[in-house]
């Protein structure tokens, strides 16, 4: 009799006591351990390109969040500023001159990588790198990711003042100076995925930028679109044709005489060796 008095009691309590364990408090929603979701980097889900269409790594609220989870911090190829090599215009002499690549099969993600890798292997992914090699008065979070800095804009010579931040990354973009979608239609499309990958993540084919500038310039080429400051033209070409030469890619005919113009004014200019290029080829 008592045992059978004791039950809805029981029941009673242990109906408390489950509500109580089910009931999550607002501020533990979040800590599951689940897949969070990543916003697109500009923050309004545009699929636009630094240097082509399509790349949104390059662009935006905390990119940090595209690092490939996968990046072997052992060391590996230098991130420091390319080493100069030969003169720019011998480079550029010995580039194949042939026609533009159909667009075909081509896309930012599956042909050159999701996020930014780790090409150096130094834990930190190419963004940050950039931003820490291109930035002076550099604010870091941790050994990696840049939260503030000031650039002193190679394409306008701006000072611009770097926060990280929804509304405010913009200010700032990491520019594939050969552009991903010009690269697929010079070339690229004869390299493997592991080049390719490369190709986007390689120091000397990036450079921290003013966002406006960047956007700007879209996919093109030397034909279409060279930096407003003037005096930083010789090594942006010498960028380009450095980064085509390491890749095996191609130029077209207008592209070729437009760099050779710039040139013409700076026959000294070295160009630059992709040590990243290198360590593929061996």
Request: one cysteine or more.
């Amino acid at each position: 009799m008592l045992v059978i008095a004791a039950l809805p009691v029981l029941l009673i309590a242990g109906i408390l006591l489950q509500g109580a364990g089910g009931a999550e408090s607002p501020e533990h929603r979040g800590d599951r351990g689940g897949t969070a979701v990543l916003r697109d980097d500009d923050g309004a889900g545009a699929a636009r390109e630094s240097g082509g269409e399509g790349d949104r790594e390059d662009r935006g609220q905390d990119p940090d969040q595209n690092q490939d989870p996968s990046a072997d911090p052992d060391p590996g190829p230098s991130s420091d500023p390319p080493a100069a090599t030969a003169a720019a215009a011998e480079m550029l002499d010995a580039l194949p001159v042939k026609g533009r690549a159909p667009k075909t099969g081509y896309d930012r993600r599956e042909r050159f990588g999701h996020g930014w890798k780790d090409p150096d292997r130094n834990g930190c992914d190419a963004r940050n790198d950039t931003l820490q090699r291109d930035l002076t008065e550099v604010v870091l979070d941790g050994p990696c990711k840049v939260l503030s800095g000031v650039l002193l804009d190679p394409y306008t010579g701006a000072r611009i003042d770097f926060v990280r931040g929804d509304q405010t990354s913009q200010a700032v973009q990491i520019d594939h100076v050969v552009a991903l979608s010009d690269a697929w239609q010079k070339g690229a499309q004869a390299l493997t995925q592991e080049q390719r990958i490369a190709f986007a993540n390689d120091p000397v084919n990036l450079l921290a930028v003013d966002g406006p500038a960047n956007s700007s310039k879209g996919d093109g080429d030397a034909a279409t679109w060279l930096p407003p400051s003037r005096g930083f033209r010789c090594e942006y070409v010498a960028r380009q044709i450095s980064v085509k030469t390491s890749y095996g890619l191609w130029v077209t005919a207008a592209e070729h005489d437009a760099m050779q113009r710039v040139l013409d004014g700076c026959p000294g200019q070295p160009g630059y060796t992709s040590e990243l290029a290198g360590v593929l080829s061996r």
